[in-house]
């Protein structure tokens, strides 16, 4: 019975870039036009009860064989008052692993359990792979993790404590991402779309906690831009259901030092310019050629969102400031309250329900507070 329940469970796949619509399967990371692939509509067992975790959205993650739940999502959203604006902070540093990338690796590696595979492996600079290699731990399977030298130790650490085999690879993180890939169990989160799945639980409860209404501004670190990305595609599910009447505003924040999809969106021209990254704090968002840059810029214009970017100086001063409220989050955590600080120095404001999502914790990140 559960050999048959295995082969006849499909994750649907389909592709913007050319419009092809396939199935997921561990090792294909992208459409044949090369292109990633975004999530279908997650598929529905038998099985519809609420569960715990992302599994408490069987909107948003229907139900697989084999699902697995360590703790993370139904994280707190916390409202404080500062400089006189009220702001929303969503805790997602408080998930098992310490960061949001727990959805999306709940989601993964429950899918991955269910098709039979035995083995996953994933490139990562740090939170996907320390997610990544806890699930993996907490459903049996095998974990390898590419890692690019240079990534901060205490989050390499942190992956080799859940028992995975970590790999550190000189050359970057195009060199880790082309070597996990050649491998046969590539399940990356860069590119799997069902990692996207994951994350997209997040715009349910952020609904949920808004009292049944979409906010007025989500405020996102952006690397990849995955988790803006999963975020709007949730919403864009709760506003087709009728679950919501409004997208909210999904502004995007870069490191000035790697800013790729604010100067694709300034320069308008169609096409992602080379930038010259320098080293930046924010080594989480430090992405050169994000997977879905062209979706990511897409689903900041369709929100009425804006792309904006913070100097190391602004990081270090958010990062202390959240600190002194007692929020231990890495720097790269910290580029969406830079904003919100610059909003309230400059008397620009806040717009109405404003949410900022605390990504990561401080725990795997290089530093003290400054002074
Ligand atoms: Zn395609």
Redesign the pocket.
């Known amino acids: 019975m559960e050999c048959a329940r295995k082969t006849m469970l499909k994750f649907p796949l389909w592709?913007p870039?050319?419009?092809?619509h396939a199935h997921y399967a561990p090792g294909v990371a992208a459409?044949?036009?090369?292109?990633a692939f975004d999530p279908g509509v997650a598929p529905r067992g038998t099985d519809g009860n609420p569960g715990d975790g992302i599994w408490r959205h069987r909107d948003a993650v229907g139900s697989l064989p084999r699902e697995i739940s360590i703790g993370e999502g139904a994280t707190p959203m916390v409202p404080i008052d500062h400089g006189g604006q009220k702001i929303h902070l969503k805790l997602e540093f408080l998930s098992p692993t310490g960061s949001y990338k727990d959805r999306g690796a709940a989601y993964s590696l429950s899918l991955l359990a269910s098709l039979g595979a035995e083995s996953v492996t994933e490139d990562s600079s740090g939170n996907a792979g320390a997610a990544y290699a806890a699930f993996a731990a907490a459903l049996g399977l095998r974990c390898t993790v590419f890692v690019p030298r240079g990534a901060p130790p205490q989050k390499i650490e942190a992956i080799r404590r859940y028992g995975a085999t970590i790999h550190e690879v000189a050359e970057g993180r195009e060199a880790a991402h082309r070597l996990a890939r050649s491998r046969a169990d590539y399940a990356g989160h860069s590119w799997a779309a069902p990692f996207l799945t994951g994350v997209g639980t997040l715009a349910d409860e952020i609904v949920e906690q808004c009292g049944g209404k979409a906010p007025g501004e989500i405020i996102f670190p952006v690397g990849q831009g995955g988790l803006l990305y999963a975020v709007h595609l949730g919403f864009r599910r709760l506003l087709a259901r009728g679950r919501i009447r409004s997208l909210p505003a999904l502004t995007g924040v870069q490191a000035q030092n790697c800013a790729p999809l604010y100067w694709a969106a300034h320069l308008a021209a169609g096409a992602l310019p080379r930038i010259r990254p320098k080293l930046t704090a924010a080594d989480a968002a430090a992405i050169e050629r994000p997977v879905r840059w062209m979706r990511v810029l897409q689903a900041v214009a369709e929100s009425g969102g804006q792309w904006l970017t913070v100097g190391e100086e602004e990081i270090s001063v958010a990062r202390d400031s959240l600190l002194e409220m007692g929020y231990d989050v890495e720097p790269t955590s910290a580029l969406p309250w830079a904003i919100a600080l610059r909003r309230i120095r400059t008397k620009e404001g806040l717009k109405p329900y404003t949410v900022i999502p605390l990504t990561g914790s401080g725990w795997k990140s290089r530093g003290a507070k400054s002074a």
């Open positions: 592709c870039a050319c419009g092809r459409c044949e036009c090369s292109a």
